[in-house]
């Protein structure tokens, strides 16, 4: 059954005042395929005076696990109080591609080298191999369908040079951390069923798989319903103070008192909550059209039936799959992502609309006359160094944040919101976990022209990425 706007309370709404987005990219409606295919519980609106050890603020990835290790490592469960401003996964978590695999920092692996060493950047590399396993182990645990499919996942060359540097990328791979890759030539590809007149080879790497991240979201918050945490969905915070060592977090309908506080709001994060945050954040668009179910001669005619997953060497790149024939459906669709857009407006997101409508066509020719019946948008959180954030919030004391995992937090915003459970209950020191995750977030220079940098750097991609 689909989710219909009115599956919101009334009061769900995102304050848009301290965000960078004009209000569009803040409304309850998504229009995701993914909101066919799964409906998240309703959680009640939080109402009253309420007394807790810990609230944790976004009922996402990040948040759900955070509460799910906390309420599995000894702490009573009802004085975990996880409060969203909608209802769980309307954020990043219920709408993304559903690619789970190594990711969470966009700096190239020769700059962590040069700024944290080999043997940090390793470690990081390990941490990311670990955060995939954390979301397998959550679907074993909480017998979650989430439809997987995917051995790995697979770079696209959309260049020659591109597919040169393969080999190069393969090599250091294994050097540096003993992880096999495979090399695929263009006929290769077209061998195994990834063919498209963009694509001049391709890497594939053993690591990640893909899931149905609504599915995902939605067994995490019923698992957390079942461990009897207490979750409040159209309850936005919308203020706190700190006084005699707890925080008061002030939501539409209720004060509550908690000694810790996590902030698990990544891409939908306020710049004023808490103060900290302000201007530290660029949460960016990336946007999804899905097509209808496709038929075994029109896969045919492409010549595209893999169902691996798989991204392109674009700076600003694409990334899609094939999804397996859902129960009812007649045949796969694609799904088809792409970043990029600085602007939420209604006529931006039609031109982004037309954009990657278009990108469609071009990867996938034969498929020209093939509609897309789907296109949604979310926002993914990136920082000024490009490395995600676990840990304490400076000057805070027990308040914590995990942010920014660049496009990648199925995997990442799951092990994050863990690993600050783990933080909370002393059971891993902030300073146990690898350097390049721990960087507290740098404040932008001149913070409200974060959307103009942006705007620099597609510019500039758009030019790289050519020919
Ligand atoms: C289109 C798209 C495609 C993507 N594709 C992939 C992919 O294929 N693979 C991958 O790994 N990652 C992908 N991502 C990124 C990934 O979805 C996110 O990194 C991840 O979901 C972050 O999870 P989170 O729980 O930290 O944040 P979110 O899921 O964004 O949740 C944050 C929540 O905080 C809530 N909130 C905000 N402010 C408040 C407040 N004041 N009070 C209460 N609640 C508040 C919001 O309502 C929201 O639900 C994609 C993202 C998008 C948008």
Known sequence: MALQADHFPQSARIRTMDRIY????????????????????????????????????????????????LAETGHDPASIVIVEAM??????????????????????????????????????????KAAIETVRDNLVRYAIDAETHSRGETELAHRQKDADG?????ARMK???????????????????????????????????????MRYVTGLARAALAAGISCFGGSPMTGYRSAGGRYRIETPGAAISARNLVIATN????????????????????????????????LADQGWTSHQMVFDSRNLLHYLRLIPARPGEDGPRMLFGMRGGTSASAASHSAMHRMIRRDFETFFPAWRSVET???????????????????????????????????????????????????????RAPDAIPVIMRQPPRRFPFPALRRNYLRAAYAWYGWTDRG
């Open 166 to 170: 393969f080999a190069a990328e393969a």
């Open 267 to 298: 891409g939908y994060s306020s710049d004023d909550l808490p103060r900290w945050l302000g201007g530290r954040l660029l949460p960016v668009l990336s946007n999804i059209v899905l097509s209808r179910p496709l038929s075994e001669a029109e």
């Open 175 to 213: 050097s540096l951390f003993d992880s096999e890759a495979r090399i695929l030539s263009k006929a290769e590809t077209v061998a195994e069923g990834l063919a498209s007149p963009t694509v001049f080879g391709a890497l594939e790497t053993g690591h990640g798989f893909a899931l149905n991240p």
């Open 373 to 427: 019946p789907f296109f949604w948008s979310g926002l993914v959180c990136l920082t000024r160094d490009l490395t995600s954030y676990t840990g304490p919030v400076p000057g805070m004391a027990n308040a914590w944040l995990s942010v920014a995992y660049h496009g990648n937090g199925v995997s990442m915003g799951s092990h994050c919101g863990r690993l600050a459970g783990r933080m909370i209950s002393g059971r």
């Open 87 to 128: 209802q769980p996964g309307w954020g990043a978590s219920g709408r993304n591609g559903g690619f789970c695999g190594i990711g969470g920092s966009k700096l190239p692996v020769a700059k962590q080298i040069a700024r944290f060493g080999e043997a940090e950047t390793r470690r990081y590399f390990e941490e990311q």
């Open 22 to 69: 004009e209000p569009e990219a803040y409304v309850k409606t998504v229009n995701s395929y993914w909101e066919t295919t799964a409906t998240p519980p309703l959680w009640p609106e939080a109402a009253g005076e309420i007394s807790a050890e810990t609230v944790i603020i976004g009922g996402g990835f990040t948040g759900l696990n955070c509460a799910l290790e």
